[in-house]
């Protein structure tokens, strides 16, 4: 064990974190999202919903400062709307950067999440409870 690292981040995450740099993106995926059809590099956390994932990965890692949404969801598609208990959670836990988050196309996330560092499976339930997060710069 570790201390200050949150229990619900396994040793996997921990390093994909750790080798994460400035400027790489993170997806925190739910339950539905095909992970090993769009990236080779996953980890599972399946007692975990992902907003708990976003706040203890948070705990770890800085938002990308340079940009002015390095937070991305999955836009529903017409017809479907965000579960306002999921939207609510995800910003409570991004605290003064709820605003910086932008919503991207179901089939624009598919090829950027094809892109990213690695995506984390999360337990989660909830429909379009995807979250990327483009990691910033620590500061001394």
């Known amino acids: 064990m570790l201390k200050g690292v949150p229990a619900i ?7 994909i974190l750790a080798q994460m740099g400035h400027g790489d993106e993170l ?9 090993y059809s769009v990236n080779p590099n996953v980890v599972r956390v399946d007692a975990a919903t992902s907003p708990e994932l976003l706040k203890a990965i948070l705990k770890l890692i800085e938002l ?6 390095p ?5 529903p598609v017409p017809g ?4 306002p208990e999921l939207m609510a959670e995800v910003k409570e836990y991004l605290g003064k950067d709820a605003d910086r988050i932008d919503y ?12 990213a560092f690695a ?12 979250i990327i997060v483009k990691k910033g710069v620590t500061q001394p």
Do not use: C, T, W
């Not at 995506?119 to 995807?130: A, D, L, M």
């Open 71 to 75: 937070v991305m969801m999955m836009a």
């Open 9 to 15: 981040i396994s040793p996997d995450l921990l390093a």
């Open 104 to 115: 991207i196309e179901r089939f624009a996330f598919y090829d950027r999440a094809r892109e």
């Open 64 to 69: 990308d400062q340079y940009v002015d949404k």
């Open 119 to 130: 995506v984390v499976v999360s337990g989660e339930s909830r429909i379009y409870g995807n």
């Open 80 to 83: 479907d709307n965000l579960d």
């Open 27 to 35: 997806v925190i995926s739910d339950a539905h999202f095909p992970a």
